[in-house]
C-alpha cells in the first residue's frame, strides 16, 4: 500500500487500466460512428467517480453519465469539463444550477419544461428527451405527450435538445426479443419528433446489453455501464461476449488479531458458532457498516492462497474466520480477488447474495478507501494514487 493515507487495515483497490481496456474494447467492438457514454453514476458503481471519469475519457469516451446532479456537479467540482447528462430526474428549479455547470438533463415533461423556462430566462440548457418504450420508468410514452413538448419547445428559446434516448428492459436476456419491441417504438417516437422539427446531436439506445446485442442499432453513442467495470451485464450475457472484459475492483483486509481456542468456546453475537480444540480464529476489520453485510456469514476470504470460512455474524465493523494455521497479525486477507489458485469474484459474491453484481461495489461503503492503480511510463511500475 504506497502513499497510504488513511489508517485502517481494509481498502478496496481499482485497476484504471482495466477501465481503459473495457472502453477500447467497447469502441472497437461499434461502428466507428458511435461514440462512448462513460456511466459513472453512484460514485462510478462503488469504483470512485472521478478517477473512473477522468481515465474512461483518456481512453476515448466523449461523454459522462450520472444519476443525480449532485453526482454531476461533484465531477464538475473536480476539475472535470467534459459533457454530462443527469438521467435521473432533476427538479426543474435546478435547471439554472444545470445550465451555469454545463450540465445537460433529461427532460419528458411539458410541465418540467414550463417551470424551467421561467427560471432559466435566457440562459440555454442542453436537453435529452428520454422515450419509455417499456421500462416503465421514466420517458416520454405516446405521439400525444410528444407533441406537447415540441410545441412548448417551440414556445421557449431556453432549451437546446441535444439527444434523444431510450433504456432497454431486457437487453441482459439473449433470449428475449422483447428488445426489438422496443427499438421498433423508439424508432417510431424518434422519428415523430424528428419529423416536427427536433435534430438531435446524440441518439443513444444502448447499455452495455445492448451495444454487445445489437450494435448497429442503438444510435450514435452507447452507455457503457457495468462492462466498464469488467462485469458482464447478466450470467446470460457471458457466453455471447465478443470480448474479454477485465474486472476492476478488488476488495481486501488484514488479519488484526490471532486466539488458538478451546472446544466449546463461542464466537459473535448470538453465539452461533463454536469453535473445535485447537481452531485457529483471526479477527478482520470490516463488517456490515462498510457493505459486507451480515448475509455473508456463510461466506470465505482468502488468507495466503488459502480458504478461510467466515465464523459467526459479521459485526458491524469485524469479523471472524477459522483460519487454515497460525498466522502472523497484519496477513493480508483478500475478500474480492485473486491469491495463489483461489479467487473470489464480485459475481460469487453477487450469487451468494442472491442478487446482480451490479449492487457488490456499490453497496462498499464510503468508509472503504479506493486505491486507483495504473501503469506509469516506465511498463511494469505501478502508480498508487489514493482517493478517498
Same mark, same amino acid.
Given at each position: 500500500?504506497?502513499?497510504?493515507?488513511?489508517?485502517?487495515?481494509?481498502?478496496?483497490?481499482?485497476?484504471?487500466?482495466?477501465?481503459?481496456?473495457?472502453?477500447?474494447?467497447?469502441?472497437?467492438?461499434?461502428?466507428?460512428?458511435?461514440?462512448?457514454?462513460?456511466?459513472?453514476?453512484?460514485?462510478?458503481?462503488?469504483?470512485?467517480?472521478?478517477?473512473?471519469?477522468?481515465?474512461?475519457?483518456?481512453?476515448?469516451?466523449?461523454?459522462?453519465?450520472?444519476?443525480?446532479?449532485?453526482?454531476?456537479?461533484?465531477?464538475?467540482?473536480?476539475?472535470?469539463?467534459?459533457?454530462?447528462?443527469?438521467? $435521473?430526474?432533476?427538479?426543474?428549479?435546478?435547471?439554472?444550477?444545470?445550465?451555469?455547470?454545463?450540465?445537460?438533463?433529461?427532460?419528458?415533461?411539458?410541465?418540467?419544461?414550463?417551470?424551467?423556462?421561467?427560471?432559466?430566462?435566457?440562459?440555454?440548457?442542453?436537453?435529452?428527451?428520454?422515450?419509455?418504450?417499456?421500462?416503465?420508468?421514466?420517458?416520454?410514452?405516446?405521439?400525444?405527450?410528444?407533441?406537447?413538448?415540441?410545441?412548448?419547445?417551440?414556445?421557449?428559446?431556453?432549451?437546446?435538445?441535444?439527444?434523444?434516448?431510450?433504456?432497454?428492459?431486457?437487453?441482459?436476456?439473449? $433470449?428475449?426479443?422483447?428488445?426489438?419491441?422496443?427499438?421498433?417504438?423508439?424508432?417510431?417516437?424518434?422519428?415523430?419528433?424528428?419529423?416536427?422539427?427536433?435534430?438531435?446531436?446524440?441518439?443513444?439506445?444502448?447499455?452495455?446489453?445492448?451495444?454487445?446485442?445489437?450494435?448497429?442499432?442503438?444510435?450514435?453513442?452507447?452507455?457503457?455501464?457495468?462492462?466498464?467495470?469488467?462485469?458482464?451485464?447478466?450470467?446470460?450475457?457471458?457466453?455471447?461476449?465478443?470480448?474479454?472484459?477485465?474486472?476492476?475492483?478488488?476488495?481486501?483486509?488484514?488479519?488484526?488479531?490471532?486466539?488458538?481456542?478451546?472446544?466449546?468456546?463461542?464466537?459473535?453475537?448470538?453465539?452461533?458458532?463454536?469453535?473445535?480444540?485447537?481452531?485457529?480464529?483471526?479477527?478482520?476489520?470490516?463488517?456490515?457498516?462498510? $457493505?459486507?453485510?451480515?448475509?455473508?456469514?456463510?461466506?470465505?476470504?482468502?488468507?495466503?492462497?488459502?480458504?478461510?470460512?467466515?465464523?459467526?455474524?459479521?459485526?458491524?465493523?469485524?469479523?471472524?474466520?477459522?483460519?487454515?494455521?497460525?498466522?502472523?497479525?497484519?496477513?493480508?486477507?483478500?475478500?474480492?480477488?485473486?491469491?495463489?489458485?483461489?479467487?473470489?469474484?464480485?459475481?460469487?459474491?453477487?450469487?451468494?447474495?442472491?442478487?446482480?453484481?451490479?449492487?457488490?461495489?456499490?453497496?462498499? $461503503?464510503?468508509?472503504?478507501?479506493?486505491?486507483?492503480?495504473?501503469?506509469?511510463?516506465?511498463?511494469?511500475?505501478?502508480?498508487?494514487?489514493?482517493?478517498?
Amino acid at each position: 500500500m504506497d502513499n497510504q493515507e488513511f489508517y485502517r487495515g481494509t481498502w478496496a483497490e481499482v485497476d484504471l487500466d482495466a477501465i481503459e481496456q473495457n472502453v477500447k474494447s467497447f469502441k472497437k467492438y461499434v461502428s466507428n460512428e458511435v461514440s462512448v457514454m462513460a456511466v459513472v453514476k453512484a460514485n462510478g458503481y462503488g469504483h470512485g467517480a472521478v478517477a473512473v471519469a477522468q481515465k474512461a475519457l483518456r481512453a476515448g469516451a466523449e461523454y459522462l453519465a450520472v444519476a443525480i446532479l449532485d453526482e454531476a456537479i461533484a465531477l464538475r467540482e473536480a476539475g472535470i469539463e467534459a459533457p454530462i447528462l443527469v438521467l $435521473g430526474w432533476v427538479p426543474p428549479i435546478y435547471a439554472e444550477v444545470a445550465a451555469r455547470n454545463g450540465i445537460t438533463l433529461t427532460v419528458f415533461q411539458e410541465k418540467w419544461l414550463e417551470e424551467a423556462a421561467s427560471i432559466l430566462g435566457k440562459t440555454l440548457l442542453n436537453i435529452h428527451l428520454k422515450i419509455d418504450t417499456g421500462m416503465g420508468r421514466l420517458g416520454i410514452k405516446e405521439e400525444d405527450e410528444a407533441k406537447q413538448l415540441i410545441e412548448c419547445l417551440a414556445t421557449h428559446s431556453s432549451f437546446y435538445v441535444e439527444g434523444f434516448y431510450t433504456h432497454f428492459a431486457t437487453a441482459d436476456e439473449p $433470449g428475449n426479443p422483447f428488445i426489438e419491441i422496443q427499438i421498433d417504438k423508439f424508432e417510431k417516437l424518434a422519428s415523430f419528433l424528428k419529423e416536427n422539427g427536433l435534430q438531435p446531436k446524440w441518439v443513444h439506445l444502448g447499455n452495455s446489453a445492448g451495444s454487445i446485442r445489437v450494435p448497429k442499432r442503438i444510435g450514435n453513442l452507447i452507455r457503457l455501464g457495468i462492462s466498464m467495470y469488467g462485469l458482464s451485464p447478466s450470467q446470460e450475457m457471458k457466453s455471447i461476449q465478443p470480448f474479454k472484459l477485465n474486472a476492476a475492483f478488488r476488495l481486501y483486509s488484514q488479519v488484526v488479531h490471532v486466539k488458538k481456542m478451546m472446544a466449546g468456546e463461542p464466537i459473535s453475537y448470538g453465539s452461533t458458532y463454536h469453535t473445535s480444540e485447537g481452531e485457529w480464529i483471526g479477527t478482520i476489520p470490516i463488517g456490515y457498516a462498510d $457493505g459486507w453485510i451480515r448475509k455473508l456469514s456463510d461466506a470465505y476470504v482468502l488468507v495466503n492462497g488459502e480458504r478461510a470460512p467466515i465464523v459467526g455474524r459479521i459485526c458491524m465493523d469485524q469479523f471472524m474466520v477459522r483460519l487454515p494455521s497460525k498466522i502472523e497479525v497484519g496477513t493480508k486477507v483478500t475478500l474480492i480477488g485473486k491469491e495463489g489458485s483461489e479467487e473470489i469474484t464480485i459475481d460469487d459474491i453477487a450469487e451468494r447474495l442472491e442478487t446482480i453484481n451490479y449492487e457488490i461495489p456499490c453497496m462498499i $461503503g464510503p468508509r472503504v478507501p479506493r486505491l486507483f492503480k495504473e501503469y506509469g511510463e516506465k511498463k511494469g511500475v505501478m502508480n498508487t494514487i489514493l482517493k478517498k
